[in-house]
Antibody, heavy 121, light 107 residues
Framework: EVQLVESGGGLVQPGGSLRLSCAAS????????MSWVRQAPGKGLEWVSA????????YYADSVKGRFTISRDNSKNTLYLQMNSLRAEDTAVYYC??????????????WGQGTLVTVSS | EIVLTQSPATLSLSPGERATLSCRAS??????LAWYQQKPGQAPRLLIY???NRATGIPARFSGSGSGTDFTLTISSLEPEDFAVYYC?????????FGQGTKLEIK
């Protein structure tokens, strides 16, 4: 059974940093691209970032480019999102997500439970 | 960046009725469009991928159609559990993007 478990969320001041983790199990982690999707309170879904199975290719939304870094440790079956220079508008639930195996990595059949990031002074 | 515009923002229908939700892309996404359902407090659920393919375990009352810039999600006969928010998502171009959502509410 595929499981994705996010951690690392919390309260951080504007300009601060936070690193999110997503522990994956139930599949061959290194074979799949992984993504982060966020949802601000009461708002819609926003795609944030994606990384290939090897980690060699990364992609970002314009809203986070230059501030966020996606990475993965295939030996630990863990996905990361390093978030720097955080802003109030980054406040959201952050989900890690995975392709179900038939979308070339870019649609999301598996989701974690989400971790809440709050940026506030 | 490809912008996806969903309409209507809110759709009020009764159980048993047919629901038609629209998603329009600012440029062609070929057939690389997915639909999700989200209920309060839950992660989204993949319904349709590549415009018209149902994901595993999705009931046959859900169907998707379209290509290029215009797409439709149809729910043939609404069940009480179908009232939720629906999002479209394109995977044609980086950065990927979601529509703003359509809330399907009970009339």
């Amino acid at each position: 059974e595929v499981q994705l478990v996010e951690s690392g969320g919390g309260l951080v001041q504007p300009g601060g940093s936070l690193r999110l983790s997503c522990a994956a199990s139930g599949f061959t982690f290194s074979s799949y691209a992984m993504s982060w999707v966020r949802q601000a309170p009461g708002k819609g879904l926003e795609w944030v970032s994606a990384i290939s199975g090897s980690g060699g290719s990364t992609y970002y939304a314009d809203s986070v480019k230059g501030r966020f870094t996606i990475s993965r440790d295939n030996s630990k079956n863990t996905l990361y999102l390093q978030m720097n220079s955080l802003r109030a508008e980054d406040t959201a639930v952050y989900y890690c997500a995975k392709d179900p195996g038939y979308c070339g990595g870019d649609c999301y059949g598996y989701w974690g439970q989400g971790t809440l990031v709050t940026v506030s002074s | 960046e490809i912008v996806l515009t969903q309409s209507p923002a809110t759709l009020s229908l009764s159980p048993g009725e047919r629901a038609t939700l629209s998603c329009r892309a600012s440029q062609s996404v070929s057939s690389y469009l997915a639909w999700y359902q989200q209920k309060p407090g839950q992660a989204p659920r993949l319904l349709i991928y590549d415009a018209s393919n149902r994901a595993t375990g999705i009931p046959a009352r859900f169907s998707g159609s379209g290509s290029g810039t215009d797409f439709t999600l149809t729910i043939s006969s609404l069940e009480p559990e179908d009232f939720a928010v629906y999002y479209c998502q394109q995977r044609s171009n980086w950065p990927l993007s979601f529509g703003q959502g359509t809330k399907l509410e009970i009339k």
